[in-house]
């Protein structure tokens, strides 16, 4: 009896990772169903080694998690190439405004098709286009379909559908589990809003939002969800273990300053508004690109690379940078709400009628700036003030490094105590203390870095045993509220040219109602989060 209850177990799991039957069977359970029901546990009794279906190291269909990819610019088709490689994803769709890889921007002039050749197994694949720079939707179908036909043809993958509009996708895609979002930071609180509401898990990279209130609805929405949610920059932070060490043993007194500084921006900064009206280039849908923003004309110098240079479409150096250096910063030292915000920017000039005038923007972010916020005392600890730079812009340099003809690195943090100084590297990384001697190494508790691809592939393996379980795990939307808060005052701040002061009972600023305007966006039609 027992051996043939178990055949006829066996039997039932074959069918159910069978798509010929899994159709037949679809009124009984469906492929993501079989996921949900297997996670909890319920039809664990059927699971056998994935051998016995299909050889060592087989993972059935009904375990993979569908994923649909949404923006495939220069950034997000370069991360797509390492999740491909994971197979217990199968990514099904991809969704990007633009159709066809023109006008795009990189880092290196053929790095990254230099890339996409070597991950699909197809050292002729080129581009299309202006057959340049890879982007596109286009571009991201070739890339999935090709690499699931050369190096898993076992799969007799399908195809991999291609869409314009994310909301499109979210409507037809009805077996999805999971979306990634890669696309540029005004989007993000949208997309990510739309996805949570159709009950997808979402991986998304930095900015949360870029807007406050955008992003303070989508932690909301996400605490009351049952779906996971994952902020990538958190798979970067560096360990606050050590510097937490010699803080808690009084290593520097008491703490009193946090400076973290970037050699961002890497980008061109914009000092006026674009006046050019070039067309709109083949293939790509402005509108959508667009989304909740104000219409205007298209320009180049909005998009690709340089979208987040305007407080519109981006969030500035500390959204691009400041998720990867001081999220663990923020839990660590519990920063919450702040009280004040202070910003210190560059400005440029020009000429009107042969008279000099400083150029008023609340359009872009400047070239440089440093911004100040100052942060309540909190249980044990004392009141603390963190300090950004950006744009060249750094602390004063310690006279514990001067005297050793040293300057301090292009990047990096320093946690400045009443009685001294611990430098570190920009990710919290070989924190040192200074002294009057110098630079002291001390015992360090901390956990060295993995290699970037063993990084890469341990993040997107917890995100899928998190999918799998329903168990969230650290790095989550909810968990970003405060340092997401912070990034976008910074952007407020900036914007006013003040110094605001915060309430965070109301979510308002009570020094300057004006500045309130810069803490959400006006919605086009169709747009808002609440409607999406």
Not at 62 to 81: F, H, N
Not at 204 to 226: D, F, Q, T, W, Y
Not at 339 to 366: G, Q, W
Not at 499 to 515: E, H
Request: proline content about 8%.
């Amino acid at each position: 009896m027992e051996k043939e209850l178990l055949q006829q177990n066996k039997t039932r799991l074959i069918e159910n990772v069978n798509p010929l039957a899994e159709t037949q069977h679809t009124a009984q359970i469906n492929r993501r169903k079989f996921v949900e029901v297997v996670a909890s546990g319920a039809l664990a009794f059927t699971i056998v080694p994935r051998h016995v279906l299909g050889g060592k190291n087989f993972i059935a269909p009904s375990d993979k998690i569908t994923l649909a990819y949404i923006g495939v610019g220069t950034q997000g088709t370069r991360e797509m190439l390492p999740l491909l490689t994971m197979q217990q994803f199968q990514v099904v769709a991809v969704c990007d405004p633009n159709k066809d890889a023109r006008g795009y921007r990189d880092w290196s002039p053929q790095g990254l098709r230099n890339e996409i050749r070597k991950a699909i197994k197809n050292p002729d694949w080129n581009p299309g286009g202006d057959n340049l720079i890879p982007g596109g939707r286009d571009n991201g179908k070739s890339i999935v379909d090709t690499y699931y036909a050369n190096l898993h043809p076992e799969l007799k993958y399908k195809g991999c559908k291609a869409y314009e509009d994310f909301r499109e996708l979210l409507e037809k895609e009805k077996d999805l589990d999971s979306v990634k979002i890669m696309t540029p930071d005004h989007l993000h609180g949208i997309i990510a809003t739309a996805a949570l509401k159709k009950k997808k898990h979402v991986l998304m990279h930095k900015p949360l939002s870029n807007r406050v209130l955008e992003g303070k609805k989508l932690i909301e929405l996400a605490r009351k969800s049952s779906s996971i949610t994952h902020l990538i920059p958190w798979d970067s932070n560096g360990s606050m273990d050590t510097v937490m060490k010699w803080i808690n043993e009084g290593a520097i007194g008491t703490l009193l300053e946090v400076h973290d500084w970037t050699n961002r921006p890497v980008w061109p900064q914009y000092t006026t508004m674009p006046t050019d009206t070039p067309p709109v280039p083949e293939g790509l849908n402005w509108d959508l690109w667009l989304g909740p923003e104000a219409d205007r004309p298209y320009s180049p110098d909005y998009t690709n690379m340089v979208f987040r240079s305007w407080y519109d479409f981006g969030g500035g150096c500390m959204a691009d940078m400041g998720y990867y250096s001081l999220w663990t910063v923020f839990n660590a030292l519990q920063l919450e709400d702040p009280t004040e915000i202070i910003p210190n920017l560059s400005h440029v000039c020009a000429f009107k009628d042969s008279v000099p005038f400083r150029i008023h923007n609340d359009f872009s972010f400047p070239t440089a700036c440093t911004v100040r916020f100052k942060y309540p005392a909190k249980g044990s600890r004392g009141p603390v003030e963190l300090c950004w730079y950006d744009g060249g812009m750094q602390p004063p340099c310690p006279p514990e490094l001067t005297a050793e003809n040293k300057t301090l690195p292009q990047e990096g943090m320093m946690f400045v105590g009443d009685k001294g100084k611990i430098l570190a590297g920009f990710n919290v990384q070989n924190p040192q203390l200074l002294s009057h001697k110098g630079m002291e190494a001390m015992e360090n508790p901390g956990k060295t870095n993995p290699p970037p691809e063993e990084k890469i592939e341990t993040a997107l393996q917890l995100f899928i045993d998190a999918c799998k379980s329903g168990k969230q795990y650290p790095g989550s939307f909810a968990e970003s509220d405060h340092i997401m808060e912070a990034i976008n005052l910074y952007g407020v701040a900036l914007r006013s040219g003040s110094l605001l002061k915060y309430d965070v009972a109301t979510r308002q600023i009570s020094n300057a109602p004006d500045a309130n305007k810069y803490l959400s966006r006006e919605y086009r039609a169709g747009w808002d989060p609440e409607s999406i």
